[in-house]
């Protein structure tokens, strides 16, 4: 009975954080979202497919090798920071990140060095900030795989799919 004070507050703390929205959640981080960039190929930022909404490929403004020119730390914060540019593009492509219903899979690839191991480590920054975004639905199925490089060096790309509400 002593600890039921105690569960009664974590249990209202954790009410109202489940309460938020998504964008109040991104105030609260003191997160900024960046302005979206126009892709510099022949391709979409992203296309929706009934209630799916698929997102092309983002990196990060990290350049370098993982295992070679950079630490699994680096390319955490790596893919924490493209995690915060596909923040914008999903508000840009919803118009309200509450219409996100849940996060189905999430394609991270890293720029590996051939002996290094710890792609899942650096996958980790994205996948982190979207549960302190998303919560529950921010979980999601997902690939961390390394590569020997990736285009203009980057360090980290991340491709994502979420379901929207209908």
Do not use: C
């Amino acid at each position: 009975m002593r600890n039921l004070p105690v569960f009664l507050v974590l249990f209202f703390i954790s009410f109202l954080t489940a309460a938020q929205t998504p964008e109040e959640r991104i105030d609260e981080l003191g997160i900024d979202l960046p302005e979206i960039k126009q892709p510099v190929a022949n391709f979409l930022k992203w296309r929706q497919v009934g209630n799916l909404l698929y997102l092309s490929g983002e990196g990060s403004t990290l350049k370098g090798t993982l295992g070679k020119d950079l630490n699994t730390q680096q390319g955490y914060e790596a893919a924490r920071e493209t995690g915060i540019k596909i923040l914008a593009t999903l508000k840009a492509a919803t118009g309200d990140l509450s219409r996100i219903k849940q996060f189905v899979k999430v394609h991270g690839m890293v720029n590996s060095a051939s002996d290094f191991y710890e792609q899942p480590g650096v996958i980790n920054g994205f996948s982190d900030l979207m549960v302190e975004v998303f919560g529950e639905k921010g979980k999601h199925a997902r690939a961390a795989v390394g590569h020997n490089t990736l285009p203009f060096n980057i360090a980290v790309e991340i491709e994502v799919i979420v379901e929207l509400e209908e």
